[in-house]
């Protein structure tokens, strides 16, 4: 492990002991024991940030706080941090009951493969983690490591039906509003 990132849990504990008091120390160590160092050693300045920044505003941890596992969970990004749609959003677009469909959806289907199908087609208690877990994977930790996600093309373009334009998508929502 790092000097740097022992310095990081270290102060990190120095910053819980002042929230949560002397009965966090007296309970967990004055030093982190060996998950939250080999957590510390995973992960950088900015997700530990993101981790304690959520922790403090999250009002399941006003008494006590998160074990480390839900610390880690606390540092990921989530679609929302990326500007994205947020999971359920994603999940209803993908699902075909929402009128738009955000490039991420059309991304994180297209890189599942044959999954895409059991995602679509599959009742709601069986496609949704696997929509959900694909488009963490696909999407929002593809995004957090910096990379964009390209403009989705038919790889089968037909020579009678021209691309849609967004003038025929919001035509098509209206006609959907209407319809509804």
């Not at 982190?32 to 900015?46: E, V, Y």
């Not at 596992?69 to 993908?94: H, V, W």
Request: charged share 25%.
């Amino acid at each position: 492990m790092s000097e740097e990132s022992c310095n990081r849990a270290n102060h990190f504990w120095l910053k819980m002991a002042e929230i949560y008091g002397r009965r966090f120390t007296s309970d967990m160590g004055d030093v982190p024991n060996g998950q939250w160092l080999a957590l510390f050693s995973r992960l950088n300045s900015k997700e530990i940030t993101r981790g304690f920044t959520r922790m403090l505003t999250d009002k399941r941890f006003l008494d006590w706080p998160p074990c480390v596992i839900r610390f880690d969970s606390l540092c990921k990004p989530i679609a929302e941090d990326m500007g994205l749609p947020d999971n359920e959003t994603a999940y209803q677009m993908a699902a075909g009951n929402h009128p738009n469909k955000h490039k991420a959806i059309a991304w994180t289907l297209q890189n599942t493969g044959a999954a895409s199908w059991a995602m679509k087609n599959s009742v709601e208690k069986i496609s949704r983690p696997l929509f959900t877990e694909a488009y963490q994977k696909h999407a929002v930790d593809w995004l957090a490591d910096g990379n964009i996600i390209p403009e989705i093309r038919s790889d089968n373009p037909s020579e009678f039906r021209r691309e849609k334009t967004q003038a025929d998508r919001d035509a098509h929502a209206n006609f959907m509003r209407e319809f509804s």
